[in-house]
């Protein structure tokens, strides 16, 4: 410990993770990204401030053995938002697709035109935006597919000619060569063949703000960081024309965070209510982002969430709830309905913003397990809007022990020997025991306490 060339303090204390977190932001609320509250910050867009739910939308693919969701075309959109907002009572309801990319789902960097078209999305965007909802898209951050064959969420393409041209930009390896993963002959899978740009790169942080802004002008809302966890770079790079230091450095965040500031200066120039998002939880990228996708509510499989950021930082920043792809066991698989439940529960509880996939909500759905889900979503979305000084705003306190009974939720888990599912995979019902109700308190500004069981 002397030999580090920064303060630390080693101590110890009594209690639980929630002591723990209490202790740490005595000194994290002194720090810069803690300068600016939820309700004083302007670069945050109304809908999150005055309560929304995000629905992932993945789009129908030109093929029909593709479709992800059945909609003929994205003009519908407006229609269903509408629908929604009448029975979750949000005054905003914002559609994350998945598949207008070009080239597919999360195959960065030639997304234009977009699929339907470029104008079909501008005219999607403003009928929306005219109405109080909005567009949330999701570009693949520097993560940069070359090639790929067909897959679900996308049609098979080669831009091995592009790269060649501007593959100096990429993250290097120490033999001098780009840093590639190499998953091409997987067709199940959208990485194909992928390299990454580099943060310390003039060439890629001009590709990413003109990706940015071009997504803007679509009429998007919020465009988020997709891949690019924390806004760190998880790669060193070592090339010799960046002109950043080799391997590892502080210039991979500075260089990310100057990216984001431009971004954000002429991205409200396109539009105001324009606003940034980071796949996953970041301290340092508090105050340039209006949103975090905070994956929190694991369950299963990568073990428990209990929402430490948001505990700290929910004055701060809005959190997304996760969606359904962390914690629900084995990918592309659904657990029980009472464990999808229990997550949502916990979304409210921690007053993240509802974020779902839309065919898990369906309003007209004759399947039990969507009709169960459906009731708990609409459900817990109805007190955002009137508890806002709360849910959306407050500071995060200690929730109020409930003692309850537990109930049997249930997941799938890989097994050779266990039954057989549809798509060929064997796998196992594992069982866990969870709350049956769970509690969430938030202090407002005025100092009052205000505690939701769900």
């Not at 509510?297 to 990568?302: A, C, D, I, L, R």
Request: charged share 25%.
């Amino acid at each position: 410990i002397r030999d580090r060339p920064y303060d630390v303090v080693l101590g110890t204390f009594v209690g639980d993770w929630r002591d723990a977190a209490d202790i740490y932001k005595r000194w994290a609320a002194r720090q810069p990204w803690c300068a600016t509250k939820v309700s004083q910050r302007d670069s945050i867009p109304k809908f999150l401030k005055e309560g929304s739910a995000l629905l992932c939308v993945p789009l129908r693919h030109e093929k029909p053995e593709y479709a992800l969701y059945p909609f003929e075309d994205v003009a519908r959109l407006p229609q269903i938002a509408a629908a929604y907002r009448e029975h979750t009572q949000l005054p905003h309801i914002g559609f994350a697709p998945f598949g207008w990319e070009n080239r597919g789902a999360w195959a960065g960097i030639n997304y234009f035109p977009a699929v339907p078209s470029s104008e079909a999305w501008q005219r999607v965007s403003a009928a929306l935006h005219q109405q109080g909802d909005y567009v949330f898209m999701l570009p693949s951050g520097f993560s940069w597919v070359v090639k790929r064959k067909e897959t679900r969420s996308g049609p098979a393409f080669d831009d091995t000619v592009d790269f060649e041209r501007r593959k100096e930009m990429t993250v290097h390896n120490a033999n001098g060569r780009p840093w590639s993963v190499d998953d091409y002959e997987a067709a199940t899978t959208w990485r194909g063949l992928s390299v990454k740009l580099c943060h310390g790169s003039a060439a890629a942080r001009e590709t990413a703000l003109k990706i940015f802004l071009d997504i803007a002008r679509l009429g998007t809302s919020f465009v988020q960081f997709d891949q690019e966890i924390g806004g760190g770079q998880a790669i060193p790079c070592y090339s010799k024309t960046h002109g950043h230091p080799p391997g590892f450095g502080n210039w991979m965040w500075t260089d990310f965070r100057s990216l984001s500031e431009e971004i954000l200066k002429q991205g409200k120039s396109v539009r105001p209510d324009f606003g940034l998002s980071l796949e996953g939880c970041s301290e340092l990228a508090i105050p340039y982002m209006a949103t975090i996708w905070g994956r929190q509510g694991p369950e299963v499989g990568q073990g428990r969430g209990v929402g430490l950021f948001s505990y700290l930082y929910h004055e701060y920043i809005p959190v997304l709830g996760d969606g359904y792809s962390t914690g629900q066991g084995m990918l592309y698989t659904w657990g029980s309905a009472e464990l999808r439940c229990y997550r949502l529960a916990n979304t409210l509880a921690r007053g993240l913003v509802p974020t779902v996939y839309m065919e898990q909500v369906s309003l007209e759905s004759s399947d039990e397990w969507v009709r169960t889900v459906s009731q708990a979503f609409l459900s817990y979305c109805r007190p955002y809007p009137r508890f806002r000084e709360y849910l959306l705003e407050g500071i995060t306190r200690r929730p109020p022990k409930v003692d309850c009974a537990e109930q049997d939720l249930w997941h799938w888990q890989a097994d050779e020997q266990g039954e057989k599912l549809a798509d060929g995979r064997r796998a196992r019902k594992v069982t866990i025991r969870r709350p049956t109700v769970v509690a969430g308190s938030f202090e407002a500004e005025d100092g009052s306490l205000g505690t939701i069981i769900v």
